[in-house]
């Protein structure tokens, strides 16, 4: 008697060493390059302890997995829609204001709708593309390490800013933002580059803030207090331009 498989189901003679396998990839986020060498040097720390104390050897085996833990870089599925701009950033809305966005862009004084996002040392801490298009200027900008979630850290700390222009001519800036504890901004685009959305950009390293800056008269899809998933969540739906056509 012959029996019939269902469509999608796995074959009962596949490998299963191999199914766990690409279970395990699919379940364990990758880690970003940025984070190897410091995973690296917690688990030669972690020997050189186990070796003069094996409780103190357990305890760097923790903080070598949680620091493994903190440079993940999970897969995204992005929205393909057009028009749209989505978080650069996982984390919790902050502030969603009118501001100038930073002058080292050459955007002038006008204002533009920016929607922060706060960071903890819980989240996932690479940054993402919001939206398709060109990097017109990448400008980093030192400063202060005030704490990330204070108004005034969009205008003081050190920061690495991002001019991106959609293929229908939209202008939005996204700006890496150190924090209290975060001292390292890692941006590994330049300007002319092609950007993709939801394709990662750069790092912060340990707690920090991301400001997008949308257009006036963007129609904002979030409130303060909202999580959001870096490439996923769609903060914003860009203006109409002429023609009734979106960017």
Same mark, same amino acid.
């Given at each position: 008697?012959?029996?019939?498989?269902?469509?999608?189901?796995?074959?009962?003679?596949?490998?299963?060493?191999?199914?766990?396998?690409?279970?395990?990839?699919?379940?364990?986020?990758?880690?970003?390059?940025?984070?190897?060498?410091?995973?690296? #040097?917690?688990?030669? &720390?972690?020997?050189?302890?186990?070796?003069?104390?094996?409780?103190?050897?357990?305890?760097?085996?923790?903080?070598?997995?949680?620091?493994?833990?903190?440079?993940? *870089?999970?897969?995204?599925?992005?929205?393909?829609?057009?028009? %749209?701009?989505?978080?650069?950033?996982?984390?919790?809305?902050?502030?969603?204001?009118?501001?100038?966005?930073?002058?080292?862009? #050459?955007?002038? $004084?006008?204002?533009?709708?920016?929607?922060?996002?706060?960071?903890?040392?819980?989240?996932?801490?690479?940054?993402?593309?919001?939206?398709?298009?060109? %990097?017109?200027?990448?400008? =980093?900008?030192?400063?202060?390490?005030?704490?990330? $979630?204070?108004?005034?850290?969009?205008?003081?700390?050190?920061?690495?800013?991002?001019?991106?222009?959609?293929?229908?001519?939209?202008?939005?800036?996204?700006?890496? %933002?150190?924090?209290?504890?975060?001292?390292? %901004?890692?941006?590994?685009?330049?300007? &002319? *580059?092609?950007?993709?959305?939801?394709?990662? =950009?750069?790092?912060?390293?340990?707690?920090?803030?991301?400001?997008?800056?949308?257009?006036?008269?963007?129609?904002?899809?979030? @409130?303060?207090?909202?999580?959001?998933? #870096?490439? @996923?969540?769609?903060?914003? @739906?860009?203006?109409?331009?002429?023609? #009734?056509?979106?960017?």
């Amino acid at each position: 008697m012959s029996t019939q498989t269902d469509r999608g189901t796995a074959p009962a003679s596949g490998n299963p060493l191999a199914h766990l396998a690409k279970l395990a990839r699919d379940t364990v986020p990758p880690m970003h390059p940025a984070g190897r060498p410091f995973v690296l #040097g917690a688990a030669v &720390g972690t020997l050189l302890l186990r070796r003069a104390w094996r409780p103190a050897g357990v305890l760097g085996a923790v903080a070598t997995a949680w620091c493994a833990w903190f440079f993940r *870089e999970p897969q995204r599925v992005t929205p393909g829609r057009a028009g %749209i701009a989505v978080a650069p950033a996982d984390g919790t809305v902050a502030h969603v204001e009118t501001a100038t966005p930073p002058p080292e862009l #050459g955007l002038g $004084d006008r204002p533009m709708t920016r929607i922060s996002a706060f960071l903890t040392v819980f989240d996932v801490h690479v940054q993402r593309l919001p939206v398709d298009g060109e %990097i017109v200027r990448a400008a =980093y900008r030192p400063g202060k390490f005030l704490s990330a $979630d204070l108004d005034k850290a969009s205008e003081d700390n050190e920061r690495n800013s991002l001019l991106l222009r959609t293929d229908d001519g939209q202008e939005l800036a996204v700006v890496q %933002i150190a924090g209290l504890v975060a001292r390292r %901004i890692v941006c590994s685009v330049q300007s &002319g *580059e092609r950007a993709t959305a939801g394709s990662t =950009y750069g790092l912060i390293r340990f707690g920090s803030r991301v400001d997008l800056y949308v257009p006036a008269g963007s129609r904002v899809l979030v @409130e303060p207090g909202q999580r959001t998933v #870096g490439g @996923e969540t769609v903060l914003a @739906e860009l203006p109409e331009r002429a023609g #009734g056509e979106r960017a």
